[in-house]
């Protein structure tokens, strides 16, 4: 099983990327899937849940607006779309996914870790000011 994200890079502020994540070795349609990041010092920390079926999303408050989380469950992707990017974004963006299936959960779990058990690699995202 795994995650591979791809598309970070460096970046000025204002300007925007898209992130893919791609799974392989089993399907994650019918589950949820999210992305995490992490800065250089910080823990990682919640930026984005979307629920298995797409029509339910959750973000963290300093980025609901300029970013957006998206899925294509026939292609096994998971996106997410960052305009506006500012250098308080720089980090490491980490997808990931849950190994249930068909599961709705409360708003506070979508944004936890540990609702989460596999994990991508991480793609490094660099914004200068």
């Known amino acids: 099983v795994q995650l591979q994200a791809s598309g970070g890079g460096l970046v000025q502020a204002g300007d925007s990327l898209r992130l893919s994540c791609v799974a392989s070795?089993?399907?994650?349609?019918?589950?949820?899937m999210g992305w995490f990041r992490q800065a250089p010092g910080r823990e990682r920390e919640f930026v984005a849940a979307?629920?298995?079926?797409?029509?339910?999303?959750y973000y963290r408050d300093s980025v609901e607006g300029r970013f957006t989380i998206s899925r294509d469950n026939a292609k096994k992707t998971l996106d997410l779309q960052m305009n506006s990017l500012k250098p308080e974004d720089t980090a490491n963006y980490y997808c990931?996914?849950?190994?249930?299936?068909?599961?709705?959960?409360?708003?506070?779990?979508?944004?936890?870790?540990?609702?989460?058990?596999?994990w991508g690699q991480g793609t490094l995202v660099t914004v200068s000011s």
């Open positions: 990931a996914a849950d190994r249930e299936s068909r599961r709705t959960y409360t708003a506070g779990l979508y944004r936890t870790r540990g609702l989460y058990d596999y």
């Open positions: 070795g089993r399907t994650f349609s019918e589950s949820v």
């Open positions: 979307i629920s298995w079926g797409g029509s339910i999303t």
